[in-house]
């Protein structure tokens, strides 16, 4: 761990240069953020060595800064304005929380001596409104104190569970006088229990057919390499977690068996025939939908290792061990006995889609997958398009693929944004519904402007896909508002700088993938596809 050393003086300067030195101790580079009248103290002579990454739509702001944080693992600063950018922001700034994204958020707020009349700009009660989707929030009682809030918003946010903080900043508060605050060291690492591992290792020892279920929090905590040599030491069977939003094991892998689903019954079947489930960096289990959970009758044994005490506290039956990745696999690796039971084996691919007209989504993702550059990061928002995506988009491992956890739409484009500026040396693919894009469209200008290595895929099958699909698992039927005609997204990305065209035909796609793979700066290819959407779950419980 590197040691930071406190500055030597205690002259005092003033609010904001204590922030930037603060900043810079934290080896924050880039500040996330839409300016209005309430942030211009702070903005004011803008120092060279901190870029300000400018976004168009505060929601568009949030999720570039948290595909940033995601990418550079360490907490992104925004700065958003007043109320009303808070508003604009707080869908993804739900997104990061369930993502556990590190950041650190800062508001403007009115001057503080006219607070009292409720002024223009006036934030009523500042540090409640993003609440309870912050880990912390403040709007500091003294304008020289609002240093240290900033110093404890990111301390709070990069501790696991990681996630957002906020903190209110008065516009007259950035040029008071305050004295230096030094960065501090926090370790962040935490072990586990001994005796707890000590029991996991036994019952894994003792079972006849065990599975590993793997969840965002192995490769938040870039230890894919680890689960790995878990895995083949303990001859598992390895799923992912429903709603995984990271690729947390090689989907190629030999003992991969795939992908649970959010249904009570179905995560059931699939599991059914395992005597121990072992869940790591996961809750236990996200649901989407009603049913039994016969999982959970008793018949199975649960463990959970996990970093988060509320998602072992809500974990209704088993053992759960809350300790980080790292640590908790490591020591797992190092006490767990070399299996002699035969390895699982795992599931097999499909073979390679055919090509039609209309395109089907599966001969997309296949030509896609084969397209990509092996070092590409993924980040996806087509939730209608997931199933297949995981038979013909297998992922290699770590830091390969992220989406959303939420379950809401308009983080994709601008967190593939900020991917594409935290990672610059590789290509980030944004693969989005046409529904989604709309969301936070305007996220490719800052792309385009900045001539990042981004190529974004809109699958348009002219309609909110999962919406169709969820009416047909609901039995409900003549649901308005989901279909999306006449959106011309070449046009639109063309508008704001960026190389665009449309495919239409099978024989195109190929080609229209290695041009804009190999294009230096940001392209949108806008496929026409078969309006056939899957079955997301292929029963009502």
Same mark, same amino acid.
């Given at each position: ?45 803008? =120092? ?12 568009? @702001? ?66 409640? /409104? ?5 880990? +912390? ?22 501790? =696991?569970?990681?996630?957002?903080? +906020? ?56 230890? @894919? ?23 947390? +094991? ?8 795939? +992908? ?30 009603? !049913?039994? &959970? ?8 649960? /463990? ?6 509320? &998602? ?10 809350? &300790? ?15 299996? $002699?039971?035969?390895?699982?084996? !795992? ?16 001969? %997309?993702?296949? *030509? ?42 308009? #983080? ?42 981004? *190529? ?7 309609? #909110? ?16 508002? %989901? ?53 997301? #779950?292929?029963? $009502?419980?």
């Amino acid at each position: 761990m590197s040691s930071r050393k406190p500055k030597s003086t205690t002259s005092p300067i003033t609010v904001k240069h204590a922030t930037l030195d603060l900043l810079r101790a934290f080896k924050i580079t880039k500040i996330f953020g839409n300016p209005g009248s309430t942030e211009l103290p702070f903005l004011s002579d803008w =120092p060279g060595d901190i870029d300000y990454v400018l976004g168009l739509q505060e929601a568009s @702001v949030i999720g570039m800064a948290d595909g940033y944080a995601q990418a550079t693992r360490n907490a992104s600063f925004v700065n958003l304005h007043s109320a009303a950018g808070v508003g604009n922001a707080l869908g993804n700034i739900y997104t990061a929380h369930r993502n556990q994204t590190p950041m650190v958020i800062t508001a403007g707020q009115q001057a503080r001596s006219i607070l009292p009349l409720q002024a223009f700009l006036y934030a009523e009660r500042a540090s409640e /409104f993003p609440r309870p989707y912050v880990k +912390f929030a403040v709007e500091p009682a003294r304008a020289e104190d609002v240093p240290a809030a900033i110093a404890r918003a990111y301390y709070v946010a990069m501790q =696991p569970p990681c996630g957002p903080t +906020f903190v209110s900043v008065p516009i007259d508060d950035w040029t008071h006088q305050t004295q230096p605050v030094a960065a501090r060291d926090i370790s962040r690492e935490l072990g586990p229990d001994p005796q707890a591992m000590k029991g996991l290792a036994a019952a894994l020892a003792a079972s006849r057919q065990p599975a590993l279920v793997v969840g965002p929090g192995i490769d938040r905590a870039e230890a @894919v390499d680890l689960m790995v040599k878990v895995a083949e030491k303990a001859k598992a069977a390895v799923w992912v977690s429903p709603f995984s939003a990271r690729c947390s +094991f090689p989907e190629r892998h030999p003992q991969f068996q795939g +992908f649970l689903h959010a249904s009570p019954a179905q995560v059931s079947e699939a599991l059914r025939g395992h005597d121990l489930v072992v869940v790591i960096g996961a809750p236990v289990f996200t649901f989407h939908v009603e !049913g039994h &959970a016969a999982i959970f009758d008793g018949a199975t044994t649960l /463990f959970q290792i996990t970093d988060d005490p509320t &998602a072992a506290a809500v974990t209704p039956v088993g053992t759960s061990i809350v &300790a980080t990745m790292k640590p908790a696999l490591s020591m797992l690796l190092e006490i767990l006995p070399l299996s $002699k039971r035969a390895i699982p084996v !795992g599931r097999a691919l499909p073979p390679a889609p055919v090509a039609a007209d209309p395109i089907p989504v599966e001969f %997309l993702l296949h *030509t896609l997958s084969s397209a990509m550059p092996d070092d590409a990061a993924l980040v996806e928002e087509a939730p209608s398009h997931r199933p297949a995506m995981h038979r013909y988009m297998p992922m290699r491992g770590q830091d390969s693929f992220y989406t959303m956890t939420s379950g809401g739409l308009g #983080y994709g484009l601008p967190a593939a944004v900020g991917m594409a500026l935290g990672r610059p040396g590789i290509r980030t693919v944004c693969l989005i519904g046409d529904g989604s894009a709309m969301y936070s469209i305007q996220a490719l200008w800052t792309a385009a402007q900045r001539k990042l290595p981004l *190529t974004v895929v809109v699958i348009n099958n002219q309609g #909110y896909g999962a919406m169709r699909s969820f009416s047909q698992v609901m039995q409900v039927r003549n649901v308005p508002g %989901l279909d999306l005609p006449g959106i011309d997204f070449v046009r639109i990305a063309q508008g704001m700088g960026c190389d665009a065209m449309r495919v239409t035909k099978s024989a195109e796609l190929a080609p229209a993938l290695q041009r804009s793979l190999a294009h230096d700066g940001t392209g949108l290819i806008e496929v026409m596809v078969d309006s056939a959407v899957p079955l997301l #779950y292929a029963q $009502k419980n």
